[in-house]
């Protein structure tokens, strides 16, 4: 049981749509369906807002999910109910905040007199489950989830999407979010191979370029590395990453964390291409032995060796990724494992704007095809 007491976010929230929310939908709707909870954007989702969070769009809030028959009746009038009933602040804080991404026009312009502003807020949003699935990651829930979705659905997406919490649930919000809880088997093994690669492709960089003397150029690739091991802890343990800013944060709570933070941190802090091929030659053989546990494929080294005899410590040459993607049963991700292994969209691109803009991942779905 959450602890209503506190001012996190999701308990915050929750405590305002069982004593403000919920009792003016059952005084005002008694017979209307709906459920209730907190998920999508926002720190207080992934249970990682702070003091500082509160700044900025952050309060309580709640999204009110109803039928597409009810939302087509009664939601305009359940919006207008809402804004006009519900307390201008709860628990100290203000329920009339507005965020450019999340604004809920609650009145449209043709309703008002002449003079009148919209009024606009999200501390109590009304919406379909369609509606939200469209906006957050442009996907029709009528339809089957394709190997093409899952490559091109955000993993921080899908954080958002399990993560958070539940208030009431009439209309199936809590079965709609476990189409999402984690990828099929063969899209798991997929981008369990495509991350392998990325290491594999290089691995061996990091000491060329510091071997040349390039020492900056080293460091930069390390610290890749370092990001690509960091997420394939995260793939190994079955848990969605969720974006930069709380990516650590994160990877702090995975269990490969305690042994794997320090030999990253000591890699990150090496001036010389050497200590840094030493920390990350110990990082290599852990993760490794993680991935021999997980028994997905024969037995591989856990040492590393030279790169075709050069003085460059790696731990696969092709090997881990190639036992993986044999492992895949799927026609369809067989068929996408073939070709090259660009993975899904957090593998081949960190760009913030093409992983935020859910309207472009139609587009994006024909690199599967």
Not at 162 to 173: C, H, K, P, Y
Not at 241 to 260: I, V
Not at 326 to 347: E, H, T, W
Request: with cysteine; aromatic share 10%; glycine share 6%.
């Amino acid at each position: 049981m959450s602890d209503l007491r506190s001012n996190k976010g999701l308990d915050l929230s929750e405590r305002y749509f069982r004593q403000a929310v919920r009792p003016l939908l059952h005084s005002h709707f008694p017979e209307m369906e709906f459920s209730a909870g907190l998920i999508g954007d926002g720190s207080e989702v992934l249970g990682f807002d702070s003091e500082m969070s509160q700044d900025h769009d952050w309060g309580p809030r709640v999204m009110l999910f109803l039928s597409d028959s009810d939302h087509a009746k009664f939601g305009k009038q359940v919006a207008l109910m809402l804004q006009k009933h519900l307390p201008k602040t709860f628990g100290g804080f203000s329920t009339q905040f507005t965020t450019p991404n999340q604004i809920v026009e609650l009145r449209s312009t043709n309703e008002m007199s002449d003079g009148e502003h919209p009024t606009k807020s999200h501390s109590a949003e009304v919406l379909t489950l369609q509606k939200f699935f469209s906006q957050h990651i442009k996907f029709e829930l009528s339809e089957e989830i394709e190997p093409s979705d899952w490559l091109t659905f955000p993993e921080q997406k899908l954080a958002t999407i399990i993560a958070g919490r539940v208030f009431e649930d009439q209309i199936g919000l809590q079965t709609t979010r476990d189409r999402f809880a984690y990828y099929p088997n063969d899209i798991w093994l997929y981008l369990l191979g495509c991350q392998w690669t990325r290491i594999e492709q290089e691995e061996h960089l990091m000491g060329r370029a510091g071997y040349a003397g390039d020492e900056l150029g080293s460091a930069i690739i390390a610290a890749r590395l370092v990001r690509d091991l960091m997420r394939l802890c995260f793939l190994m343990e079955k848990q969605y990453a969720p974006y930069q800013k709380w990516f650590g944060t994160a990877f702090a709570r995975l269990n490969a964390s305690k042994s794997l933070v320090p030999m990253f941190q000591q890699t990150l802090a090496a001036s010389t291409w050497e200590d840094r091929q030493k920390s990350l030659s110990e990082a290599y053989s852990y993760v490794a032995t993680a991935h021999n546990l997980l028994r997905i494929t024969e037995e591989l080294p856990t040492s590393v060796r030279q790169f075709h005899g050069r003085p460059f410590a790696v731990i696969s040459m092709g090997d881990f990724s190639k036992a993986i993607f044999a492992q895949i049963k799927d026609p369809v991700v067989i068929k996408i494992a073939q070709k090259r292994p660009i993975g899904s969209i957090d593998q081949f691109s960190d760009s913030t704007d093409l992983i935020s803009d859910a309207n472009v991942r139609p587009a994006l779905k024909s690199l599967y095809i």
